[in-house]
T-cell receptor, first 110, second 117 residues
Framework: DAKTTQPPSMDCAEGRAANLPCNHS???????VYWYRQIHSQGPQYIIH???NNETNEMASLIITEDRKSSTLILPHATLRDTAVYYC???????????FGKGTRLHILP | DAGVIQSPRHEVTEMGQEVTLRCKPI?????LFWYRQTMMRGLELLIY????????DSGMPEDRFSAKMPNASFSTLKIQPSEPRDSAVYFC???????????????FGPGTRLTVL
């Protein structure tokens, strides 16, 4: 898997949009960007993934730059329940494995 | 669907004892993964199975660790003998095969917190 770089921690005020960046400058053409999150004392949870187009679902939006070397996960209206570690992962869809890095610890402030 | 089920949720044992962790994947899922999470090393993949067959066990730390999947609805991770450095949270995850989004999504269980004294 291509290496990803994320800030170790971020703060965001409740009700505001949380924008979590991820750098993946060595990503190859057939690798997707995935985001998972892990709330304290729980297993990781899938959020969203994309290849090159921006994606949106009920949980978040994923913005991928045109050169695909970086992406941003957006939680549009953060709540206290969004406090978690967010993992950005790059992998080919033919890969069975997910390799987790250190992620970004997001604190939502009341 | 009940999701991935793991048991026990907490296990405290003494060094040298055998420990067996259990996992029931989501029905219909063909892939099963075992992970270990510690503060120092983060989330590490230990082994994974496809259709009950071990595919990659390169993450298993040493011979004290073994994993089996006797059927599609059950897997075990065994540590014998256990050591204090095995203390961690162990997660089981499953994913389906076939096309579509779900194929590339892993569903995690709640984990087993293991403490070896």
């Amino acid at each position: 898997d291509a290496k990803t770089t994320q800030p170790p921690s971020m703060d965001c005020a409740e009700g505001r949009a949380a924008n979590l960046p991820c750098n993946h400058s060595t990503i190859s053409g057939n690798e997707y960007v995935y985001w998972y999150r892990q709330i304290h004392s729980q297993g990781p949870q899938y959020i969203i993934h994309g290849l090159k187009n921006n994606e949106t679902n009920e949980m978040a939006s994923l913005i991928i730059t045109e050169d695909r070397k970086s992406s941003t996960l957006i939680l549009p209206h953060a709540t206290l329940r969004d406090t978690a570690v967010y993992y950005c992962i790059v992998r080919e869809n033919r890969d069975d494995k997910i390799i987790f890095g250190k992620g970004t610890r997001l604190h939502i402030l009341p | 669907d009940a999701g991935v089920i793991q048991s026990p949720r907490h296990e405290v044992t003494e060094m040298g004892q055998e420990v067996t962790l259990r996992c029931k994947p989501i029905s219909g899922h063909d892939y099963l993964f075992w992970y270990r999470q510690t503060m120092m090393r983060g989330l590490e993949l230990l082994i994974y199975f496809n259709n009950n067959v071990p595919i990659d066990d390169s993450g298993m730390p040493e011979d004290r660790f073994s994993a089996k999947m006797p059927n599609a609805s059950f897997s075990t991770l065994k540590i014998q003998p256990s050591e204090p450095r095995d203390s961690a949270v162990y997660f089981c995850a499953s994913s389906p095969s076939g096309g579509g989004l779900a194929r590339y999504t892993q569903y995690f269980g709640p984990g087993t917190r293991l403490t070896v004294l």
